[in-house]
């Protein structure tokens, strides 16, 4: 059987032609790998920032940028906005996408969720229910309510999963107690093409998630691979229709298993938090049907991350915990490289580590980023503070460029 490996050509891939887009929150690999180039490594909130604006509202979702625009969401005066910024920071336009369903979560809002763009339609999505896409020019091309078409959300928090792209549609998970599925909405026409039921039994919170999926392509093939409910399952990205499950994440049934942390690729193997941060199993990719026997590779307990999603490449994982907590592990053993740990305070890690010129940049809440060097060790080589911040969307680093979008701001960092 071929290698599963040319399966992820677009996960791994950071080459020069995609390396200055960050067209979804984990950049343009899904793995929270940035282009090769330097990075700033120091900086304040009057030091090394080329500007910073302040946003309408309040919103999580971590910004995209594509052919030199910077889209975030944000919710201000009960409405959800969609925002397109220039590199210089002067707000090219803002449109409103439907009314603003506020977040419950003293961390979240109602614009969680991050935009995601083909580099030719930019899409968004809201804790409303409301989906939309726009061109460049913020023309809203098309606009509809997932929650006014298959029901209520029913989760006890804040939606927090990100829509993903595929050739033909735009997917969004919906994983909840009662009806979970996954949806598909032809890209162009902003019609259902179809939606596909993930019901699988899992005991009460434990049926929730706020992970977002994962597309990974093999020639014309498209598969969805999905976490949350106990599984992680793979998809037709076509139709929807499950190809294989991998069971087992939560064997004692625990109640309260939500997940929220996302799966990342590495090499062959889908490496999957779990358990409110305390396991971590790595699963090969490939088979048909309960494969929960011959492809969990390895597993981890006692380490993950319950809200941070990992980093990969090279064949190496890098986790940073909630509590700053760092770990480079071999992706095909989940054999520990290095371990180390940041200054802790009160404050957790949300936003996810990000990968950028042989460093590591990892974010802590009260807006404090700690930069390690990627090598063989655990070493910090700097801690930059924007003091009285708050952050739980992930960096996006682009054209030598770190953009920092706080509760209430966007920081661009660097020249």
Request: aromatic share 8%.
């Amino acid at each position: 059987m071929r290698t599963l490996l040319a399966l992820l050509t677009l996960v791994a891939w950071t080459s020069s032609s995609l390396a200055e887009e960050w067209p979804n929150w984990r950049g343009p690999g899904q793995n929270g790998v940035a282009s090769s180039q330097d990075f700033p490594l120091r900086w304040s909130k009057t030091e090394n920032v080329a500007w910073v604006v302040d946003l309408p509202g309040k919103g999580a979702s971590t910004p995209i940028v594509s052919h030199g625009h910077i889209i975030v969401t944000s919710g201000d005066k009960e409405r959800n906005l969609a925002l397109c910024y220039t590199s210089a920071g002067e707000l090219k336009w803002s449109r409103e996408i439907g009314k603003e369903r506020e977040g419950k979560h003293a961390k979240a809002t109602g614009s969680n969720p991050s935009p995601v763009t083909d580099g030719k339609t930019v899409f968004v999505y809201f804790k409303s229910g409301d989906l939309a896409a726009l061109d460049f020019d913020g023309k809203v091309l098309w606009q509809l309510n997932l929650q006014e078409e298959y029901g209520e959300d029913t989760l006890w928090w804040d939606l927090g999963t990100s829509p993903v792209l595929t050739k033909k549609h735009v997917v969004v998970a919906v994983m909840q107690t009662g009806p979970s599925y996954l949806v598909a909405i032809d890209k162009q026409t902003g019609k259902p093409a179809w939606k596909q039921d993930r019901d699988l039994n899992a005991p009460s919170e434990a049926a929730q998630s706020y992970s977002t999926p994962l597309v990974l392509e093999e020639g014309d093939q498209e598969t969805l691979v999905v976490l949350g409910a106990d599984h992680v399952t793979a998809h037709k990205a076509s139709t929807g229709a499950e190809i294989w499950r991998v069971g087992g994440l939560n064997p004692t049934e625990q109640k309260f298993f939500r997940s929220i942390s996302s799966p990342v690729v590495c090499g062959d193997i889908v490496v999957s938090p779990y358990a409110r941060g305390s396991t971590l199993t790595g699963i090969k990719l490939g088979g048909r049907g309960d494969v929960t026997k011959q492809n969990v590779a390895w597993f981890r307990d006692k380490l993950g991350a319950d809200v941070p999603t990992p980093a990969a490449v090279g064949g190496k994982i890098f986790l940073c915990s909630d509590r700053g907590e760092v770990h480079c592990l071999d992706g095909q053993t989940g054999e520990t490289v290095w371990s180390g740990a940041v200054e802790k305070n009160r404050n957790a890690f949300s936003a996810s580590p990000v990968l950028a010129g042989g460093r590591i940049y990892i974010t802590r809440e009260d807006g404090t980023t700690f930069v390690l060097s990627q090598g063989d060790k655990f070493e910090q080589l700097a801690q930059n503070d924007l003091e009285g911040e708050f952050v739980v969307a992930t960096p996006v680093f682009v054209d030598g460029r770190i953009y920092i979008r706080t509760r209430e701001r966007l920081y661009a960092i660097g020249g």
